[in-house]
């Protein structure tokens, strides 16, 4: 079976290292198709929009999406664009997978944490943003909804048990926001009351940052609100060597859209010398999405075994290859 897939080069690096996916991708002799739709400051370039509607349009006719970083401007447009697609196509599920590779900045050589983050609403969203005339109140509305709430804690229960995890923790801060977080909880422990095969504790998001950096080894699936699963995401992202091996994807009803978390790094761009390794990563989980795990799993397995060989890797992995050479590496082990 063949698949298209709309696809964004992105900014600074973007484009080097969806060229170094997509060998990789080839290599594995997928029957995918690529349509390729820009976003970002080279759509500005080209069509006066940072986000025109061929790309838009392109990702609602294959409802599937993978996207290198982008470059928001400073002082107009949207406040980010990632967060203007996840609104557009309802992109309410936000899936950080956090593991262990071999030679690695890694702090721990056996993380494996999928931290689940709602997308859509809360904090992060910067609804009701306004600061006084005199400029010295600034004030935000944060809203959390029962259908949010319940939305993504089932996402993520539904989770654990497809894929054979034992464990879901619900991080708040229900003790003092008591009506945002409040909820949430709240709702978290109804649909929880639903998976009796799945294990579930409850952790409030501070004391979960200094007990993932303690004893990290507890957590298996993170499921929380939008702001503290940025937070707690990149804090795990930190725990196994960093953004350069943190892929995201970003899945709603009618379509998902998979990338690299980290920015578009302009100071390294057009050097060659790019990480691919999130971008891949955002690959595999994508193959998951197109039912085909055992491609996904082959993928990660080429990848562990690229980084434990030492072959061709990048300058920030300790190594002195550069993007294309160690995405060819990856690809002679697919």
Same mark, same amino acid.
């Given at each position: 079976m063949t698949h298209t897939i709309a696809v964004i080069?992105? !900014? @600074?690096? @973007?484009?080097?290292?969806?060229?170094?996916?997509?060998?990789?991708?080839?290599?594995?002799? #997928?029957?995918?198709?690529?349509?390729?739709?820009?976003?970002?400051?080279?759509?500005?370039?080209?069509?006066?929009?940072?986000? +025109? %509607? *061929?790309?838009?349009?392109?990702? *609602? $006719?294959? $409802?599937?999406?993978?996207?290198?970083?982008?470059?928001?401007p400073v002082g107009g447009g949207f406040a980010s664009i990632n967060v203007e697609l996840r609104k557009r196509?309802?992109?309410?599920?936000?899936?950080?997978?956090?593991?262990?590779?071999?030679?690695?900045?890694?702090?721990?050589? !056996?993380?494996?944490?999928?931290?689940?983050?709602?997308?859509?609403?809360?904090?992060?969203?910067?609804?009701g943003q306004q600061v006084s005339a005199d400029g010295a109140t600034a004030t935000l509305q944060q809203k959390v909804t029962r259908k949010g709430s319940e939305r993504i804690v089932r996402y993520a229960f539904d989770m654990a048990r497809r894929i054979g995890r034992k464990k879901v923790t619900i991080v708040h801060k229900a003790n003092i926001l008591k009506s945002t977080s409040g909820l949430f909880l709240k709702v978290a422990r109804e649909v929880a009351a639903q998976y009796p095969d799945i294990a579930c504790n409850e952790m409030i998001v501070d004391n979960t940052c200094m007990q993932l950096v303690? $004893? +990290?080894? %507890?957590?298996?699936?993170?499921?929380?609100?939008?702001?503290? @699963?940025?937070?707690?995401?990149?804090?795990?992202?930190?725990?196994?060597?960093?953004? @350069?091996? &943190?892929?995201?994807?970003?899945?709603?009803?009618?379509?998902?859209?998979?990338?690299?978390?980290?920015?578009? &790094? +302009?100071?390294i761009a057009g050097q060659g010398i790019a990480n691919p390794c999130a971008l891949l990563l955002g690959a595999a989980q994508m193959l998951d999405?197109?039912? #085909? +795990?055992?491609?996904?799993?082959? #993928?990660?397995?080429?990848? $562990?075994?690229?980084?434990?060989? %030492? !072959? *061709?890797l990048t300058p920030d992995l300790g190594g002195s290859g550069n993007t294309m050479g160690f995405a060819r590496a990856i690809a002679t082990r697919v």
């Open positions: 080069r992105g !900014d @600074g690096i @973007g484009p080097e290292i969806m060229d170094a996916t997509l060998h990789v991708l080839d290599a594995m002799q #997928l029957g995918l198709n690529y349509e390729f739709v820009e976003a970002g400051m080279s759509a500005l370039e080209k069509h006066g929009n940072l986000l +025109p %509607q *061929a790309t838009l349009d392109a990702i *609602a $006719r294959h $409802r599937i999406a993978l996207k290198s970083p982008l470059t928001t196509f309802d992109l309410y599920a936000n899936v950080r997978p956090a593991i262990s590779f071999p030679n690695t900045k890694a702090r721990y050589a !056996d993380i494996d944490i999928i931290t689940v983050r709602e997308n859509t609403e809360g904090a992060y969203i910067g609804e303690m $004893r +990290p080894e %507890q957590f298996d699936v993170i499921v929380t609100t939008n702001l503290f @699963g940025d937070i707690v995401s990149d804090l795990c992202a930190g725990l196994v060597g960093g953004l @350069g091996l &943190a892929p995201g994807a970003n899945i709603g009803a009618d379509a998902a859209i998979f990338e690299a978390v980290h920015g578009s &790094a +302009p100071d999405h197109l039912a #085909l +795990p055992g491609d996904a799993a082959r #993928l990660r397995k080429a990848i $562990r075994s690229t980084l434990a060989d %030492q !072959d *061709a």
